[in-house]
Nanobody, 126 residues
Framework: QVQLVETGGGLVQGGGSLRLSCAAS????????FGWFRQAPGKEREFVGAVGRRADVSLVEDSVKGRFFISKDDAKSTVYLQMNNLRPEDTAVYYC???????????????????WGQGTQVTVSS
């Protein structure tokens, strides 16, 4: 059983930056790909990006490309979502998820992920 805890959310002005962290425990960190999802008020949860078991295998959605970056620190069993140039439309609850998968796979669909964090609120003011 993998536990995921997201931190780093908060209120930020448009154009600002935040870095979300997702600390994983209870499993072998190296066996999992990690994804970030977000859910805005009144909307469905959507995929933001993910990093595979290899740190150099990652992707982000076009809507955040060039502004959001995903990385991980294997030694700390932690995944990061660096968010720059934030916009009001980025306001959402951000979730981290883990999927035990192959070394080259980057899951994009929610049902592929086995474990989820509780989420952290990000609010971007205009």
């Amino acid at each position: 059983q993998v536990q995921l805890v997201e931190t780093g959310g908060g209120l930020v002005q448009g154009g600002g930056s935040l870095r979300l962290s997702c600390a994983a425990s209870g499993g072998n960190f190296y066996n999992y790909a990690f994804g970030w999802f977000r859910q805005a008020p009144g909307k469905e949860r959507e995929f933001v990006g993910a990093v595979g078991r290899r740190a150099d295998v990652s992707l982000v959605e076009d809507s955040v490309k060039g502004r959001f970056f995903i990385s991980k620190d294997d030694a700390k069993s932690t995944v990061y979502l660096q968010m720059n140039n934030l916009r009001p439309e980025d306001t959402a609850v951000y979730y981290c998820a883990a999927d035990r998968t192959g070394p080259w796979n980057i899951p994009r669909l929610q049902h592929e992920y086995d474990y989820w964090g509780q989420g952290t609120q990000v609010t971007v003011s205009s």
